[in-house]
């Protein structure tokens, strides 16, 4: 699977989801306008699933860190766990994270990484059946973080 940084109304525009959206499709927003129909947009800090489209993954999770309120640290651990509770139930054993928040909601990369990572650990300390969990950033700078927190 791969997380988007979603916002609650699972519009895919910019950033990652912009990028999501153009490889995999029309199927994914149009998966993610179902679920708006049925159930209204997702809680800031939830995340929905739906079909990976034209993509290799198999799955995105639409991880919401941020929409009709602004990022958090509260905001981007909960939609964290909440897409690893969701990988969990759908049988994901691979899944591939962006740092949450940091492009559009503007929070800043270093601590949203930070809290992030500590989330995840928590959560692969009480599942280990996650097999390979993948962070990416954009610049050098961000990996450079990224291997820190890691480390």
Not at 13 to 41: F, H, M, N
Not at 69 to 96: F, K
């Amino acid at each position: 699977a791969v997380v988007n940084a979603a916002n609650n109304h699972l519009r895919l525009g910019t950033g990652v989801a912009g990028a999501l959206a153009k490889s995999g499709g029309g199927a994914i927003q149009e998966e993610c306008d179902e679920i708006l129909r049925r159930d209204g947009p997702i809680k800031v800090g939830e995340a929905a699933i739906t079909g990976g489209g034209k993509l290799r993954a198999r799955f995105v999770i639409h991880a919401a860190a941020m929409g009709d309120v602004p990022v958090s640290p509260e905001s981007i651990r909960n939609a964290t766990r909440s897409a690893l509770e969701l990988a969990e139930q759908h049988g994901v054993r691979s899944i591939a994270f962006p740092i949450l928040g940091t492009g559009v909601g503007g929070f800043p990369f270093s601590e949203a990484a930070r809290i992030m990572v500590e989330e995840i650990r928590d959560f692969v300390s009480t599942d280990p059946g996650m097999e390979s969990i993948v962070f990416f950033g954009y610049t050098p700078d961000q990996a450079a973080t990224l291997r820190r927190y890691l480390s």
